[in-house]
């Protein structure tokens, strides 16, 4: 069973920078996506970002060009650098992590963290 921790989120002015931080139980890196979703009030959780075990990564439209994904094997966490942030990224962020397996998607959630963008 993989758990999922994140940490990092809080209040930020507009143009302001966040990190946040995922930390996984068990070894995943080498078989495991590892990936941010955000979600806004009344609205679907929507990709943020998120890098294969290869090192590719993927970014949601919004956030090309400000946020940047990072991942450290060696202490099986991964990373959300946030700048420039504005009102329309707060929103709860999950932490994800995914593995295609005999035909099925098994995808493992953290409890989400809050980032609020307001001056």
């Known amino acids: 069973q993989v758990q999922l921790v994140e940490s990092g989120g809080g209040l930020v002015q507009p143009g302001g920078s966040l990190r946040l931080s995922c930390a996984a139980s068990?070894?995943?890196?080498?078989?495991?996506?590892m990936g941010w979703y955000c979600q806004a009030p009344g609205k679907q959780r929507e990709l943020v970002a998120f890098?294969?075990?290869?090192?590719?990564?993927n970014y949601g439209d919004s956030v090309k060009g400000r946020f940047a994904i990072s991942r450290d094997n060696t202490k099986n966490t991964v990373d959300l650098q946030m700048t420039n942030l504005q009102p329309e990224d707060t929103a709860v962020y999950y932490c994800?992590?995914?593995?295609?397996?005999?035909?099925?998607?098994?995808?493992?959630w953290g409890q989400g963290t809050q980032v609020t963008v307001s001056s």
């Open positions: 994800n992590a995914k593995r295609y397996r005999a035909g099925v998607w098994n995808n493992y």
């Open positions: 068990g070894s995943i890196y080498s078989t495991h996506i």
């Open positions: 890098m294969t075990p290869s090192g590719s990564t």
